[in-house]
């Protein structure tokens, strides 16, 4: 099963990153991942189209605030829908000040991921 939209994993920590991306990949879901926010600009300038950003807030290079913030600046990149996934218990009221639908806590809760998922892509 191949969805026809990617899914961008924004998330400094490899341990993190590649524990969605396999889980992601594993129900089907294409994915592309960046390490900071300014290399995930770069993949949504892609041609490429994108259902949903899980986007991690502490990184270094551009932080997941600094990246919303020029996200929401870009007409074409403002729609993608952005999924907050952070450790910082603090960050849900914040999170949905910045327009995320959701904000989910790390460990992250598979079952949880995927109904955001499901909703988005």
Not at 33 to 61: K, N, S
Not at 81 to 99: E, F, H, N, W
Request: hydrophobic share 45%.
């Amino acid at each position: 099963m191949s969805k026809a939209k990617s899914i961008l994993v924004v998330e400094d920590d490899p341990d993190v990153r590649g524990a969605l991306v396999a889980f992601l990949e594993g129900e089907g879901y294409s994915v592309v991942e960046a390490t900071h926010g300014a290399e995930a600009l770069e993949h949504l300038r892609e041609p490429r189209q994108f259902c949903l950003i899980l986007l991690d807030l502490m990184m270094p290079v551009m932080n997941g605030w600094e990246f919303r913030e020029q996200q929401q600046k870009d007409p074409a990149l403002a729609d993608i829908p952005v999924l907050v996934v952070t450790a910082d218990t603090t960050a849900v009221r914040r999170a949905a000040d910045v327009g995320a639908v959701g904000c989910l806590l790390k460990p992250v809760e598979f079952p949880e991921l995927l109904a955001y998922v499901g909703r988005y892509c």
